[in-house]
């Protein structure tokens, strides 16, 4: 897992540097704004939930609310339960490259990393 984590210390979800600089990134490829990454889980995977991104144009009343370096990240109130602690990371490497979470709630994962077990 990368090093440098942006956070504060009242955040209870973490981002690497990598994983904000890739998000903005596609965020700027985007057209609609104002644009925010939307984290989630839902249930499914080969673990029993799954993690979820989506770009989102709008914010609900009960999400909550993430800074990272002017990217807004929202987590609605159910998912939240799940990824409290959660760190996403990004790695562009010729093997296995891409987002990555790193759950410490997660008793289980799948090989792939996308799904867990609490």
Do not use: W
């Amino acid at each position: 897992m990368a090093e440098n984590i942006t956070h504060t210390k009242t955040q209870t979800i973490n981002i690497t540097i990598a994983a904000v600089n890739e998000i903005k990134r596609l965020m700027a490829e985007e057209k609609e704004t104002p644009l925010y990454l939307r984290l989630g889980v839902a249930a499914g995977g080969c673990s029993g939930m799954s993690y979820t991104m989506a770009f989102d144009s709008e914010k609900n009343e009960f999400d909550r609310e993430f800074q990272f370096d002017d990217l807004t990240v929202l987590v609605d109130l159910q998912s939240i339960m799940y990824l409290s602690g959660t760190t996403l990371d990004f790695n562009n490497g010729l093997m296995g490259g891409g987002f990555s979470f790193h759950n410490p709630n997660a008793q289980r994962s799948c090989g792939c990393g996308s799904s867990f077990t609490c």
